[in-house]
């Protein structure tokens, strides 16, 4: 099994696609509920494996084009198959995945191994008919979106219009119609003229959830920036600027480091978005540009390792964030397989383990503590007993349901509400 | 993630420091620490993996991180003390990353301009359509240089291009004369070895297959590998000539 690169629900939440650090993609699907097994809640099981794709070569700069797919997105169902967009460093594909549980069969100038008839031995017509068949699920790759990014693709949006979507690399946000592949608009360009003079990348990058217009993306250097796409067709100019003044006593060399922001999320309600950065997780109004209205801290015990952490490059981990159905609860991952949850409203905070090891199928994870100094206590960790090289990157929560999936390295974890 | 020949100082567990001695010891302590955080940034926007292109945003973050070391040293009057100190004085290590921060802060002052390299800056934007043959044997000739340092913008600035690969150069020179043969065999593994043969660089022979840095020695070089001081020598004669050759160009 390979290293998850990327984790998302699908819009009902029937669905679970994970992409790889080898180029595929798979999808999970949830069982139907039976009223036989009521304590066995939809669990969700392997619906479809597909490779989506494959490492290139790119001959002009010599350099190999990673076939790990950077991000899904799953596109709103409109018929009865499903259609998700998987991208790569380069390329954004948009699959389709259909279900086929029926064959035709008796036809007339074929038999059933395929081998053409003679007509002329036909005395009888007959009308083919549809009959059940093992249920077979296929991958489609309907449309490739290539060659319109110098950089790293590192987001894929899919718009609210659900005609457009977009795609943003380090430097660039392309606008795309999904039915057209050999174009894109160009709606966002931070290139400079002179790259010496580059100190700031794009990191990632949505569109609002229901303003077709309206999209953000965050930088590097901790802002978030506000487009309108109705002010022009570059968006270069913000419609609003977030970012938070930086608290000058606690400023070193890293500031700037840890400021960078991995993931933004926009809420489901559209009113707020969430930014991930290094050490915390901040929720910002949209109202409000100067400061975020909520900040939490996912491991401030790092914040005296920083030079460490520079140095076997773990402070340029790239954790995402999620919010839940209802937007009352975030979550995000850290190390140690260790995952975060914050209740924005009652402002409890629980961390807890993603490993086979600490907990046993369907039973209540127990929440995990790390001591930050002095005297350890019997359940909990030191920091300097954790596990670096087990990291929480990718996490998703179900649309309307208390089920997260959780990646941790090349494992997938599923987790759900207890059940009463 | 190694770094070779960099003292561990961090700035972690600094609040440990007791508050008195702190006042007598911190400030050299901090420069020392400033200094090894700037080695080893250097370190690292040098030594990335060739093969797929690296992180845009590490690199820019570095970068970023390294220019504040530096104005700060600048502020502090650090620079000028380093500047006119002479060799034998502090470790070897930290007197080439010094000199290299000197030569890029210096080509950055005065703006230099190769010829050869300035229409290249537009020609190398991801444009495909390259059609002058000439332009393609530059391309090549720039990726030799990318193959031994590794910040991916400077690709659109080759000035910086050519001063960071020479500090790359002077790097391995000095401390080659310095260090033991086996040390060497480690720091050539670094470089691809494809480099060596400029003939097969310029003809664009990459093969269509994942290379390890091992493998790529294996490919383009004989398989004899440079285990003797006489053969790096040598090997470093090749390398000389070729940064003639791009330079000239």
């Known amino acids: 099994a390979d290293i998850i690169s990327t984790v998302e629900f699908n819009h009902t939440g029937e669905l679970l696609a994970t992409g790889d650090k080898g180029g595929r993609v798979v999808i999970f699907q949830r069982e139907q509920e039976s009223k036989n097994q009521p304590h066995r809640r939809g669990e969700y099981n392997v619906y479809s494996t597909f490779q989506s794709h494959e490492p290139e070569f790119d001959y002009l700069k010599s350099l190999e084009i990673e076939e790990k797919i950077n991000k899904i997105r799953w596109l709103p169902q409109q018929n009865a198959a499903y259609f998700l967009l998987s991208t790569n460093d380069k390329t954004v594909k948009l699959w389709k995945v259909s279900e086929r549980d029926k064959r035709p069969e008796g036809y007339n100038l074929k038999d059933e191994d395929g081998r053409l008839r003679d007509p002329s031995m036909i005395t009888v017509l007959r009308v083919p008919v549809l009959r059940p068949m093992d249920l077979m699920v296929e991958a489609t790759p309907r449309r490739v979106f290539a060659n319109a990014h110098t950089y790293h693709i590192n987001s894929i949006s899919v718009n609210s219009d659900y005609e457009t979507y977009m795609s943003a690399d380090d430097l660039r946000i392309n606008l795309w119609n999904f039915e057209i592949t050999n174009q894109s608009f160009n709606i966002v360009d931070i290139k400079p003229a002179n790259m010496e003079e580059l100190t700031e990348v794009i990191t990632a990058a949505e569109f609002h959830p229901h303003h077709c217009n309206t999209f953000v993306y965050s930088s590097s250097k901790g802002t978030i920036r506000l487009c309108d796409m109705r002010a022009s067709a570059l968006c270069d100019r913000h419609a609003k600027f977030f970012e938070e003044p930086e608290d000058p006593s606690n400023r070193s060399f890293f500031s700037e480091i840890i400021s960078s922001i991995s993931d933004v999320k926009f809420s489901h309600s559209g009113r707020y978005i969430m930014t991930r950065d290094y050490l915390t997780i901040k929720v910002w109004d949209l109202n409000m540009e100067n400061r975020p209205i909520e900040t939490y801290q996912v491991h401030d015990y790092l914040r005296s390792k920083l030079c460490s952490l520079y140095e076997n490059d773990c402070i340029f981990d790239k954790f995402e964030c999620v919010w839940n159905g209802s937007d009352s609860v975030i979550m995000t991952g850290s190390y140690n397989n260790f995952f975060r949850m914050f209740d924005r409203n009652t402002k409890r905070d629980v961390t807890l383990e993603a490993s086979r090891e600490n907990s046993k199928p369907r039973a209540i994870l127990k929440p995990r503590k790390v001591c930050v100094g002095g005297k350890r206590r019997k359940d909990e960790i030191s920091v300097d007993s954790l596990d670096f090289s087990k990291k929480i990157l990718h996490t998703a929560w179900h649309p309307s349901e208390n089920i997260i999936a959780v990646a941790a390295t090349n494992n997938l974890y599923i987790f759900q509400d207890k059940v009463n | ?249």
């Open chain 2, 1 to 249: 993630m190694f770094v070779r020949g960099l003292k561990r100082k961090c700035f972690d567990g600094e609040e440990d420091i007791d508050g008195t001695l702190a006042g007598i010891k911190a400030i050299p302590s901090y420069n020392l620490q400033r200094q090894s955080l700037l080695d080893m940034s250097l370190v690292k926007l040098q030594l990335c993996h060739m093969l797929v292109e690296p992180n845009l945003c590490r690199s820019v973050l570095i970068a970023n991180t390294v220019r504040q070391i530096q104005e700060e040293m600048t502020q502090d009057g650090t620079w000028q003390m380093i500047n006119t100190q002479s060799t034998g004085q502090a470790s070897l290590d930290r007197l080439v990353s010094t000199d290299i921060l000197c030569r890029s802060s210096r080509e950055q002052a005065e703006g230099k301009h190769v010829a050869g390299y300035s229409t290249f800056n537009k020609d190398f934007e991801g444009d495909q359509a390259q059609d002058s043959s000439e332009t393609m044997s530059t391309a090549s000739s720039v990726q030799a240089l990318r193959n031994l340092q590794s910040n991916v913008w400077e690709m659109e600035n080759p000035q910086e291009n050519k001063g960071n690969f020479q500090k790359s150069l002077d790097q391995i020179f000095e401390t080659l004369e310095n260090r033991s043969p086996n040390s060497v065999e480690d720091l050539f593994s670094e470089v691809d070895n494809s480099y060596y043969d400029l003939d097969t660089m310029l003809t664009g022979m990459m093969s269509n297959t994942k290379m390890g840095h091992c493998d790529g020695l294996e490919t383009f070089s004989s398989p004899t590998t440079t285990t003797s001081n006489s053969n790096c020598k040598s090997d470093l004669n090749e390398l000389d000539h070729i940064v003639e050759i791009l330079v000239e160009s």
